[in-house]
């Protein structure tokens, strides 16, 4: 029954990004050329009220169903890894419009090349991982 | 039921995906969906070949239900959800697009011109699908998260690296739809 939970959270998360357009190539290229005000204002608004949400959890040392305070795990530190990683994902991300959620929305939507996109960033997931140690972090 | 059936204003949206991101916490887990990336090549046997993927995946079960639940939850999007209106896109947006080659911008989710399955037949449509898939799957890990785990989460929890990895996405990104694509298009 644990699972249930996760996979409507999975659905209602899909809907959202449907109805959202997030999951439109189109709207990710207006975004990165500026020609929209439509992705700025979900990614804001998503970030503003998920702020809200952390400081007042924060604040009444909201507690998660585990019993502990809730909290988002902190990013290790570094710098390149941040900046040259980003970078890479943001070539894909404008070239394919779809970033990690996305593309298994984009799936269930009935966009069967999507299992082509997902098969080839399990690949540029493996690679990194052969490459961890030897790229600067 | 038009306000279901149209598309949501971002006002709406924005912190709907909050939602879904307080839910995770709340369930004692994170806002991550590239993770599943990584767990998918240890499902696969990635970890005979490096120990980035020797971790116990059965953890993160948790994640790959709720992949298949956003698959689901598309897929009932667009049958019982829309009214397929095409997507409201800046006229001079559709305009450029349709310089570059594409025919209806805006009338599907994605163009066909790189997403049909006709078009893998052509080498240039495999070519991008192919590289996009490897600059995300490889980049997101690189960067160690992606638009929900580092602009969602990260930039929530106020977060430096995320914040840096989200400049990054964006300078990426910019390169890409101003520079690169005209000239692939």
Redesign the interface.
């Known amino acids: 029954m644990k699972a249930i939970k996760f996979l409507l959270v999975g659905i209602f998360f899909g809907i959202v990004l449907v109805k959202s357009e997030a999951v439109s190539w189109y709207r990710i290229y207006e975004m990165f050329r500026f020609q929209s005000f439509h992705m700025y204002g979900i990614i804001g608004t998503a970030i503003a009220s998920g702020i809200l949400f952390l400081q007042i959890s924060k604040k009444s040392h909201l507690k998660s169903v585990k019993g502990v305070d809730i909290f988002v795990p902190k990013k290790e530190n570094g710098l390149i890894r941040y900046i040259v990683g980003g970078i890479i994902f943001g070539l894909g991300w404008a070239l394919i419009g779809a970033c990690p959620g996305p593309m298994y929305i984009l799936l269930g939507t009935g966009v069967w090349s999507m299992v082509i996109i997902i098969a080839a960033a399990i690949l540029g997931t493996f690679i990194y991982g052969l490459l961890k140690n030897k790229l600067p972090h | 039921m038009d306000y ?1 059936l149209n ?25 991550g ?2 993770s ?3 767990t ?2 240890t499902i ?1 046997g ?1 970890g005979k ?2 120990d ?2 020797k971790f116990n995946w059965k953890d993160q ?3 790959l ?14 049958h019982f ?2 009214n397929n209106n095409a ?1 409201d ?2 006229p ?2 559709i305009k ?2 349709q310089n570059m080659g594409f025919l209806n ?2 009338a599907t ?3 066909n011109e ?4 006709n078009v ?1 037949s052509s080498p240039k449509a ?1 070519i ?21 785990g ?10 430096k ?2 914040l ?15 520079f ?2 005209p000239l692939i298009f």
């Open positions: 279901i598309p949501w204003p971002w006002y709406v949206s924005g912190p709907l995906i909050t939602f879904v991101m307080a839910l995770l916490l709340y369930f004692g887990k994170t806002f969906m590239s599943n990336l990584r998918m090549c696969a990635a070949f490096s980035f993927f079960i948790w994640n239900i709720v992949v298949l639940g956003a698959i689901i939850g598309g897929f009932i999007a667009v959800l829309s997507t896109l800046n001079t947006t450029e697009l911008p805006g989710l994605v163009p790189i997403f049909s399955l893998l495999l991008i699908l192919i590289v996009g898939g490897l600059l995300v799957g490889f980049g997101t890990r690189y960067a160690g998260g992606c638009t929900s580092h602009a969602i989460a990260g930039l929530s929890s106020l977060q690296p995320s840096i990895a989200v400049i990054g996405f964006f300078v990426g990104g910019l390169v890409m739809a101003n690169i694509l």
